[in-house]
């Protein structure tokens, strides 16, 4: 048998070029976690630049003027918003912590109201089941107890470390002003060190993965934005007109966080917070929550069409993988960067995936 080492050279090149790639990319994801204020600065940049060239068609100023004026706004809301977050999550967080305990008993005592007034000996299910059935609840609310109180405890050690976050913020502030103001300036200077033929190569692949990438970036973000807003200002107005609402905040971020996870949506917290409410004897509040939900579900179906021109060409199945992968790998974080990295994979390997991965390397049909 006659071995084609010709072939076989070209097969280990592809296969070599696939692996420097993806060593490449996981190389990116780590220098992106070290240098994170200047990739949140470049995402910053990528909302706002097209508001800088609006102005400078609108005013005709320069684009020096309409950066710093943008520049200006920008930081003001950033700065204020952030103060304000921190201040309220801080006393959210700490009185959630004091009274998580009475919090787990009253869930607790709920559930078994439940089980006895179901009439489960009408199920004829066995009495071994019916004690784990009960055993097992506590064991389930012992873990999400500890798991909320180590969430909580995080989040004050994160928004008590205030000189980390003003340095954090101080220089993810003076790389939006330089990114904006400099712009052009920066894309020559990073032009001028890399070899041409790079600069062609790299710039392509690195101006469609913006496109992409950064269109899906932003949709989501002005989506899970308008979502937070919704229910956060819905929430403070049930709170300041007499509903059990203690944790505005608090519960519009995880709102706004599950809102963000692809296949999922507001909706997975919001209707069974509404059932429990209504289990619970207050059923106001449950008929004000599914209001509520109603509202975002069409603010959020009036924009997504505006915002998200295009599907990203992602089957729901490979979303729910790169979700569970991130999810394996980083936690819950994870389940947010998964289809993001799935996002960046598909456009790196664009012209392997049309071709059939396997065909393509292997170059056989």
Partial sequence: MIIDMSYWTRVLKKVIYVILILIGLWAAFK???????????????????????????KTKLTRRASSIIIFIIVSLIIVGTLAW???????????LLDDLNSYIEKTYSIFQGFLNNSNLEKIKLPNELNTVLQNSTGDILDTVSNWIRNFLNGLIDIVTAIPEIAIYVSITVIALYLMCVDKIYIIDLIEHHLPRTWVMRVGNHFRDLVKTLGGYLKAEATLILVSFVISLIGLYILKFTGFAIEFPLLIALGIGFVDALPILGSGTVMIPWAIICGINGDLNLGIAIIILLIIMSIVRQLLEPRLVSKNIGVHPIFTLIAMYTGFKFIGIMGMLIGPIVLIILK???????????????????
Avoid at 85 to 95: D, H, Q, R, V
Avoid at 348 to 356: A, K, N
Wanted: proline fraction near 4%.
């Fill in 31 to 57: 220098l992106s976690i070290f240098y994170m204020p200047f990739l949140i600065a470049f995402i910053i940049y990528l909302i706002i630049e097209p508001i800088i060239k609006w102005i400078m068609k």
């Fill in 85 to 95: 977050i921190i201040i309220t999550l801080f006393s959210e967080a700490s009185n």
């Fill in 347 to 365: 456009n790196v390997f664009g012209t392997l995936i049309d071709g059939g991965v396997m065909k393509t390397i292997l170059g056989k049909d």
